[in-house]
């Protein structure tokens, strides 16, 4: 490395020890994701971009004040990844989990085992979109519809829509509504192939990181005192949406490994009822299939 590096590696380094000592979680990853942010190259190449210069410098110190008081990185970079794709994400909209990218697996197996020329699917409570893009891009063929009705993330959905339709993609398309309200999407009731939804889901009371509780809407995580509130709305609506032997795949919190496929029974009118884990091992989702 010459002189220009060995000084961008200290400043990320120092930025780093800050971050720690704000009980930041990976603050070295933070600190070179910001710098790379500020350089405006891959966080890969950030050895090799030289030396910042001052406003650059100026800029990066500003950045890493915020993070250290806690407000997420990508509300500061204004982006999230989400598998093989960015959402624009920012105050008002919840951002994306690295977990949630687990809820794609199941649709693209049941899609692609069935073969089916133009599958409809629904993302129910869309948020910034980052499901309902990420199934578009791997299911091109699909149409997909994301509902959303809180208005800030409307206007994140609205963004990344739209800006898949400037790409030249097969645009989804974008509804706004309650997603347990019967008269949203009543058009497509029945002939749905896949539902997927990341709905409000902690329990209140649950301790959270402060990224969450000072800077996330509290409406698109806390969900009643068990966390079932909205989930026990919105598995009737699935059922009525989804076509015979659609398939349904719905994110929960980690308490709720017997309660969601409990629901999912109780309700009658699904089969094939299983629960999942993430990465880390711990209950993540359920899956369902429409019987007929």
């Known amino acids: ?8 590696v200290a400043v990320v380094t120092a930025a780093a020890r800050r971050l720690a000592a704000a009980g930041v979680a990976s603050p070295r990853v933070d600190a070179e994701l910001l710098a790379a942010h500020v350089l405006g190259v891959p966080r890969a190449r950030l050895v090799l971009a030289g030396d910042m210069s001052p406003a650059q410098r100026e800029r990066y110190a500003q950045l890493v004040a915020l993070r250290e008081r806690r407000v997420p990185l990508q509300h500061l970079t204004g982006v999230a990844g989400f598998r093989w794709l960015e959402v624009a994400v920012g105050p008002g909209v919840l951002v994306p989990r690295p977990e949630t990218e687990l809820l794609v697996e199941p649709v693209l197996a049941a899609l692609r085992d069935r073969r089916a020329d133009a599958p409809v699917v629904v993302d129910l409570g869309s948020g910034s979109g980052a499901l309902a893009l990420a199934l578009a891009q791997e299911l091109p063929a699909a149409r997909v519809y994301a509902v959303e009705d809180d208005p800030e993330a409307l206007e994140w959905l609205r963004r990344n829509a739209a800006a898949r339709a400037a790409a030249g993609d097969r645009p989804i398309e974008v509804v706004a509504g309650d997603a347990t309200d019967p008269a949203v999407l009543a058009d497509l009731d029945g002939t749905v192939d896949a539902v997927v939804c990341n709905p409000p889901y902690v329990p209140e009371g649950t301790e959270v990181e402060p990224e969450v509780t000072d800077h996330e809407p509290a409406r698109a995580l806390f969900a009643g005192p068990d966390g079932l509130s909205v989930i026990r709305a919105l598995v009737p609506r699935t059922a009525v949406l989804l076509r015979p ?12 490994e017997q309660s969601v496929p409990e629901l999912l029974r109780r309700d009658g009118r699904f089969t094939a009822v299983a629960d999942h884990r993430d990465l880390a091992g711990r209950p993540r989702y359920a899956t369902a299939t429409r019987g007929g």
């Open 245 to 256: 032997g659609g398939v349904l795949v719905l994110e929960h919190d980690d308490s709720h």
């Open 1 to 8: 490395m010459n002189q220009a590096t060995d000084r961008t």
